[in-house]
């Protein structure tokens, strides 16, 4: 499979532990995007990076996140001190940026990782 | 901000029967307007954008800036097309995609 691979699949955590995913996306991809999605919603923007710079985080991301993309290839996004209200699934995203080629990229996903905090 | 909206969280149509899955936003500028697909245990995946006036599957939208819509059409369902669909946007020059809260269809035989 050479789409975006996401791992763990599924992750089952205590209230207050520290938990990691891995997104590894399609190999030439310049642009990675985390997103998570809770039941009966859509999938909500959480950051993006480009190449290794990481370019936007959204509010919905709080100091207990953080996502990092060394190298530019694959990224981890951690959460400490998990809250019963991270229970979510976590999906990664990647597209090929062609600068000064705005919008329309199609992004591919991977099958995300479902963290469920007890 | 940014908003997208669709209203129907099930839509149920027989085999044959034509659909529409509404999404409408809202936002003051030109937006990209784009429709995502999940069928069941796939993962998510572009299923068209407005820009591109493109047919995939059958499906058509077009987007309606009086009425700020983009709805999806087919005009005649097929079983295949049971999934989850979402409708999504993006402001020019931003990065993120704001999606909607889904629309399921079901098409029966």
């Known amino acids: 499979d050479t789409g975006v691979s996401q791992n763990p699949r599924h992750k089952i955590t205590k209230r207050g532990q520290n938990v990691t995913f891995r997104c590894d996306p399609i190999?030439?991809?310049?642009?990675l995007y985390w997103y998570r999605q809770t039941l009966g919603q859509g999938p909500e923007f959480l950051t993006y990076f480009q190449n290794e710079a990481q370019l936007e985080k959204s509010r919905l991301l709080s100091d207990r996140f953080s996502a990092e993309r060394p190298k530019g290839s694959f990224s981890t996004l951690e959460i400490q001190r998990t809250e019963q209200g991270d229970s979510a699934m976590y999906l990664c995203?990647?597209?090929?940026?062609?600068?000064?080629?705005?919008?329309?990229?199609?992004?591919?996903f991977g099958s995300g990782t479902q963290l469920s905090v007890l | 901000a940014q908003r997208v909206t669709q209203p129907e969280k099930l839509l149920s149509v027989f085999k044959g029967a034509p659909v529409e899955l509404k999404c409408n936003y809202s936002y003051s500028g030109s937006p990209e307007l784009f429709w995502y697909v999940q069928y069941s245990r796939q993962r998510l995946q572009l299923l068209l954008r407005?820009?591109s006036r493109e047919s995939i599957k059958g499906f058509t939208a077009d987007l309606n800036k009086g009425e700020t819509s983009f709805h999806l059409k087919k005009p005649f369902a097929q079983e295949e097309d049971s999934a989850m669909y979402y409708c999504a946007l993006r402001k020019k020059s931003f990065q993120k995609l704001v999606f909607g809260t889904g629309t399921r269809l079901l098409v029966s035989p």
């Open positions: 995203a990647s597209t090929y940026h062609l600068f000064l080629m705005d919008g329309n990229e199609k992004l591919f």
């Open positions: 190999s030439e991809h310049n642009r």
């Open positions: 407005h820009i």
